[in-house]
């Protein structure tokens, strides 16, 4: 499933990020790299951002982004 | 002189540590790069005296963002010496993809190990004589915010050598990488790139690298390479596992507690974290501008004394007329920075060190989406409230240009303080308020329509937000001033002379009666198109100085006695029109300069065209329909 199907307060393991993405390099470089294991702390509402934790650290997406991450849950 | 280069990812405390090198002895400047400013100063290192620059916080050498671009830009074009690496010890992972880029540059280099504090208390104890080994550079453990450490960086910053190691991986991979250098290097390709790491950008598919490649005969070498590397995942995979071995190598981890309220869980709560902001916002309007009358005030008083003054000091009429104008171009700014200006630009470094804007930009996000921009173009619109020369300036930390061009025209539409005067004393005053409350959802109306319209005329795309939503800190008062001083200084260079040269060239106006003419050109598009008497043509460009200006000057112009007389001249329909055209029609000088300056000449033109017609067309309809 993408993230953008994801629960909140979860764990799930990134699967990849889908090709046509013009963030995919800055997915990767903050870590978001296939098998690495994320939590989806908090969706703003009205089709806001995603609010993410890998590696310890948390980071904001935009809901475009998150739809291009295929992740599987742990 | 040596030149040393401050690199780090966005809040590593790059800009705290530069404050602690350069902040006292030197006088740092900004440089205003093509679209982001660095910041340039000098010290002492013992005897000898060196550069350092602080360049904008980016995650990878291969850019995302405008900001990111100027960065690895200046890093490529500079003559830089040293490089001192910035990494925020508490997430060592990430920061070590960006060290091990910045190797490959293979320039002397130190990496400074900050908020070795931030990072015990999350339980993370990093041996750094081990780091050291393993990257083969310079390691030294600092605390910015507490200046320690730093003696001991500047000494190795003297001292900085080339990294021992290059980053090293499986012997498949580099030999897929040699081949394209080869390649590359036969071809003679003209790029300020290090081969290498032109090669490494290019297998990930980093757009400008590989364009670059396929302009030369070893495109097909290039493909071929993407297709046995996967696209450049096993580039990617390998020097993740790299960072993640090198992290276990050196840290230790103890368990923390965890603490059992997060402050978050409030702040970006999907209905109390608006309403959080909401309250923050408004606490701080209302302490600025009930701080700020008073001594606007003061400020008047004490301008109108030294005018009194001149006018018994200064003999000619003409002379005075220009001396006044200077003086009252003074005032003009005194009355806008010190009592406005400086108390909410304090406010904005606060929210800013304390972490809160990037959470700001989370809850905003989605609506700001809808005018074509991001989260992040929210603190222009909060600024705007209080002045549209800051506002004008938050663009600056814009990813694309044109979310830039977008926001800079939004943010100078929002209502100043100035312009609130103008609604109050007119449309409140004459109308009742329930008129300004009216006028204000027209704005943010219009504010909206104009962003979803301009989201689709621009052409180009701005990339979604990816930030970092940092731990929440406590400043330092010594950063929360030197950050304010330099946006104030902006505003000083910019807007002062700006209302200085307005003021003299308008008191000139005035002394040589070209008020008339003035009024002469506009009466056509005043009384014809806006139904307005032709005499306020003199007060709209004055307005242009500074907009309160409409309001204090209008029942001069009318030729009545005070304010509140203006109502018998002017009917309710026309009192309105006029507001309506005030709050909308071009920005004033100040701002002007200000969008000059970060977007460009064209762009302000053009603004200020759109006002112009926006104004014109919002007050057309209200002259119809009220």
Same mark, same amino acid.
């Given at each position: 499933?993408?993230?953008? =199907?994801? =629960?909140?307060?979860?764990?799930?393991?990134?699967?990849?990020?889908?090709?046509?993405?013009?963030?995919?390099?800055?997915?990767?470089?903050?870590?978001?790299?296939?098998?690495?294991?994320? =939590?989806?702390?908090?969706?703003?509402?009205?089709?806001?951002?995603?609010?993410?934790?890998?590696?310890?650290?948390?980071?904001?997406?935009?809901?475009?982004?998150?739809?291009?991450?295929?992740?599987?849950?742990? | 002189?040596?030149?040393?280069? !401050?690199?780090?990812?966005?809040?590593?405390?790059?800009?705290?540590?530069?404050?602690?090198?350069?902040?006292?002895?030197?006088?740092?400047?900004?440089?205003?790069?093509?679209?982001?400013?660095?910041?340039?100063?000098?010290?002492?290192?013992?005897?000898? +005296? @060196?550069?350092?620059?602080?360049?904008?916080?980016?995650? #990878?050498? #291969?850019?995302?963002?405008?900001?990111?671009?100027?960065?690895?830009?200046?890093?490529?074009?500079?003559?830089?010496?040293?490089?001192?690496?910035?990494?925020?010890?508490?997430?060592?992972?990430?920061?070590?993809?960006?060290?091990?880029?910045?190797?490959?540059?293979?320039?002397?280099? /130190?990496?400074?190990?900050?908020?070795?504090?931030?990072?015990?208390?999350?339980?993370?104890?990093?041996?750094?004589?081990?780091?050291?080994?393993?990257?083969?550079?310079?390691?030294?453990?600092?605390?910015?915010?507490?200046?320690?450490?730093?003696?001991?960086? *500047?000494?190795?910053?003297?001292?900085?050598?080339?990294?021992?190691?290059?980053?090293?991986?499986?012997?498949?991979?580099?030999?897929?990488?040699?081949? !394209?250098?080869?390649?590359?290097?036969?071809?003679?390709?003209?790029?300020?790139?290090?081969?290498?790491?032109?090669?490494?950008?290019?297998?990930?598919?980093?757009?400008?690298?590989?364009?670059?490649?396929?302009?030369? $005969?070893?495109?097909?070498? *290039?493909?071929?390479?993407?297709?046995?590397?996967?696209?450049?995942?096993?580039?990617?995979?390998?020097?993740?596992?790299?960072?993640?071995?090198?992290?276990?190598?050196?840290?230790?981890?103890?368990? /923390?507690?965890?603490?059992?309220?997060?402050?978050?869980?409030?702040?970006?709560?999907?209905?109390?974290?608006?309403?959080?902001?909401?309250?923050?916002?408004?606490?701080?309007?209302?302490? /600025?501008?009930?701080?700020?009358?008073?001594?606007?005030?003061?400020?008047?008083?004490?301008?109108?004394?030294?005018?009194?003054?001149?006018?018994?000091?200064?003999?000619?009429?003409?002379?005075?007329?220009?001396?006044?104008?200077? @003086?009252?171009?003074?005032?003009?700014?005194?009355?806008?920075?010190?009592?406005? +200006?400086?108390?909410?630009?304090?406010?904005?470094?606060?929210?800013?060190?304390?972490?809160?804007?990037?959470?700001?930009?989370?809850?905003?996000?989605?609506?700001?989406?809808?005018?074509?921009?991001?989260?992040?173009?929210?603190?222009?619109?909060?600024?705007?409230?209080?002045?549209?020369?800051?506002?004008?300036?938050?663009?600056?930390?814009?990813?694309?240009?044109?979310?830039?061009?977008?926001?800079?025209?939004?943010?100078?539409?929002?209502?100043?303080?100035?312009?609130?005067?103008?609604?109050?004393?007119?449309?409140?005053?004459?109308?009742?308020?329930?008129?300004?409350?009216?006028?204000?959802?027209?704005?943010?109306?219009?504010?909206?329509?104009?962003?979803?319209?301009?989201?689709?005329?621009? $052409?180009?795309?701005? $990339?979604?937000?990816?930030?970092?939503?940092?731990?929440?800190?406590?400043?330092?008062?010594?950063?929360?001033?030197?950050?304010?001083?330099?946006?104030?200084?902006?505003?000083?260079?910019?807007?002062?002379?700006?209302?200085?040269?307005? #003021?003299?060239?308008?008191?000139?106006?005035?002394?040589?009666?070209?008020?008339?003419?003035?009024?002469?050109?506009?009466?056509?598009?005043?009384?014809?198109?806006?139904?307005? $008497?032709?005499?306020?043509?003199?007060? !709209?460009?004055?307005?242009?100085?500074?907009?309160?200006?409409?309001?204090?000057?209008?029942?001069?112009?009318?030729?009545?006695?005070?304010?509140?007389?203006?109502?018998?001249?002017?009917?309710?329909?026309?009192?309105?029109?006029?507001?309506?055209?005030?709050?909308?029609?071009?920005?004033?000088?100040?701002?002007?300069?200000?969008?000059?300056?970060?977007?460009?000449?064209? @762009?302000?033109?053009?603004? @200020?065209?759109?006002?112009?017609?926006?104004?014109? !067309?919002?007050?057309?309809?209200?002259?119809?329909?009220?």
């Amino acid at each position: 499933m993408r993230l953008t =199907e994801a =629960e909140t307060e979860k764990r799930y393991r990134v699967v990849s990020i889908v090709g046509g993405c013009h963030a995919r390099d800055r997915l990767l470089k903050l870590g978001l790299i296939p098998g690495v294991i994320v =939590e989806l702390k908090r969706k703003a509402p009205m089709r806001g951002p995603f609010m993410i934790n890998v590696n310890g650290s948390d980071i904001v997406i935009g809901r475009g982004i998150a739809s291009k991450i295929e992740v599987e849950s742990v | 002189m040596k030149t040393v280069a !401050l690199i780090g990812q966005p809040n590593c405390g790059k800009s705290t540590l530069f404050n602690q090198i350069a902040g006292y002895k030197s006088l740092a400047a900004n440089f205003p790069g093509a679209t982001v400013t660095y910041t340039k100063g000098t010290t002492y290192i013992g005897n000898e +005296l @060196v550069e350092v620059i602080d360049l904008p916080g980016t995650y #990878s050498l #291969s850019w995302y963002d405008d900001a990111e671009k100027e960065t690895v830009k200046a890093l490529f074009s500079m003559d830089i010496d040293v490089i001192v690496n910035i990494v925020d010890a508490s997430m060592l992972i990430r920061s070590i993809e960006l060290t091990l880029e910045l190797m490959a540059l293979g320039k002397p280099m /130190v990496v400074a190990l900050n908020m070795i504090d931030e990072a015990l208390k999350k339980g993370i104890c990093i041996d750094v004589a081990k780091l050291q080994e393993v990257l083969g550079v310079k390691v030294v453990p600092i605390i910015a915010k507490k200046g320690k450490g730093i003696k001991e960086l *500047l000494a190795s910053i003297l001292k900085a050598e080339k990294p021992r190691k290059r980053c090293v991986y499986t012997r498949k991979t580099e030999e897929a990488i040699d081949r !394209l250098v080869g390649c590359i290097r036969e071809v003679q390709i003209q790029t300020r790139w290090p081969l290498k790491l032109m090669a490494i950008k290019a297998i990930e598919g980093f757009e400008p690298c590989v364009e670059e490649i396929r302009r030369t $005969p070893c495109k097909g070498v *290039l493909s071929q390479i993407r297709k046995e590397l996967d696209n450049g995942m096993v580039i990617i995979n390998e020097r993740h596992a790299l960072c993640m071995n090198i992290f276990e190598q050196v840290c230790r981890l103890k368990k /923390v507690k965890k603490r059992r309220f997060d402050i978050d869980d409030l702040l970006m709560h999907p209905v109390f974290g608006y309403v959080a902001m909401l309250l923050i916002f408004m606490a701080i309007f209302y302490a /600025v501008f009930r701080g700020g009358v008073p001594i606007e005030n003061l400020v008047v008083n004490v301008f109108d004394a030294v005018d009194k003054y001149l006018a018994t000091v200064v003999s000619g009429k003409l002379a005075f007329a220009i001396v006044k104008g200077a @003086v009252d171009g003074v005032a003009a700014a005194m009355g806008i920075a010190l009592p406005y +200006l400086v108390p909410f630009l304090f406010a904005m470094s606060l929210l800013e060190d304390i972490g809160y804007l990037p959470r700001i930009a989370y809850l905003m996000d989605s609506t700001m989406h809808r005018m074509g921009v991001h989260g992040t173009s929210v603190i222009s619109f909060v600024a705007g409230y209080g002045c549209s020369v800051p506002a004008v300036m938050a663009t600056r930390i814009l990813k694309s240009r044109k979310e830039k061009y977008i926001t800079a025209l939004l943010a100078s539409m929002v209502p100043c303080s100035a312009r609130t005067t103008v609604i109050m004393g007119l449309a409140g005053y004459f109308l009742g308020y329930g008129y300004v409350v009216f006028l204000y959802a027209l704005n943010l109306l219009v504010i909206l329509i104009t962003g979803v319209i301009l989201k689709r005329l621009l $052409p180009g795309v701005s $990339p979604e937000m990816i930030i970092d939503i940092p731990p929440y800190r406590l400043p330092t008062l010594k950063s929360l001033l030197l950050k304010t001083w330099q946006k104030v200084k902006d505003f000083v260079y910019l807007a002062i002379p700006m209302l200085i040269v307005g #003021s003299v060239v308008l008191t000139l106006i005035n002394y040589f009666r070209f008020d008339a003419y003035i009024n002469a050109v506009f009466a056509p598009f005043l009384s014809g198109i806006l139904g307005l $008497p032709a005499s306020v043509g003199v007060v !709209l460009i004055f307005g242009i100085l500074k907009k309160e200006l409409t309001l204090i000057m209008l029942y001069q112009a009318l030729g009545v006695a005070g304010i509140a007389a203006v109502g018998n001249v002017l009917t309710h329909q026309q009192i309105l029109t006029f507001t309506v055209f005030v709050m909308f029609y071009i920005p004033c000088i100040a701002t002007i300069a200000a969008i000059n300056k970060e977007v460009g000449a064209r @762009v302000s033109t053009l603004i @200020v065209i759109a006002t112009l017609f926006i104004a014109t !067309l919002l007050a057309l309809f209200t002259r119809v329909v009220f």
